[in-house]
């Protein structure tokens, strides 16, 4: 049972991922045609910001393992 929800852990982690990713590639698309609006302008920062902490969470985790 623990492995299961583990599963679904890293699948929903990795869904958040993908659609994070293309989110941030629409707003830097809409940057470059027109000026963002501040709630836009905060989401892209949050989602660079998430994805260096993800990055560098899952590397200290892989580090800890190894």
Not at 9 to 16: G, I, K, N, P, T
Not at 34 to 45: A, H
Request: include cysteine; proline fraction near 0%.
């Amino acid at each position: 049972m623990v492995s299961l929800l583990e599963n679904i852990h890293e699948a929903s982690v990795l869904l958040l991922l993908l659609c994070s990713f293309f989110y941030y590639r629409h707003l830097k698309k809409l940057k470059r045609e027109r000026k963002l609006s501040s709630f836009e302008i905060t989401m892209f920062i949050l989602t660079q910001l998430a994805y260096l902490l993800w990055a560098g969470s899952y590397l200290l985790l892989f580090l800890d393992n190894h």
